[in-house]
């Protein structure tokens, strides 16, 4: 987690709440963890933990990427779009925000690659 520990350090405090940056990425990691999802080859991790940090910093204001047409589900196994679906889910309810399926597609990509991968 040092990769994170320095992508907190370099977030512009003026713009972003660090601390509620921080405890949203915390809460997606351990959820995802809770599900069983684990990415640990180095450089599929740092991408995976990467959004992750996006997705906080998103969330934390409010600001989720555009729905957009999925057609591209067909592509995701319903284990993956499941967990994704729960743990974005989750977080959202707490931050009052409506589900954004654009951002748990992409959450599910990431579980999705890491299970090919095994």
Sequence with gaps: M???????KKI???EYDVQ???TIFNELYSCLSDKGVVVDEPTCEQMYL???LALSKR????ELVEEMDLNCLDEISE??????????SE???KYDLAMNKTECFLIATHIEINKRRD
């Design 50 to 52: 990467n959004h992750l």
């Design 59 to 62: 969330i934390s204001k409010a």
């Design 91 to 93: 977080i959202f309810a």
């Design 2 to 8: 040092e990769f994170i520990s320095n992508e907190l």
């Design 12 to 14: 512009d405090r003026n």
């Design 20 to 22: 509620v940056v921080e």
């Design 79 to 88: 284990d993956s779009w499941q967990i994704a679906e729960y743990a974005v």
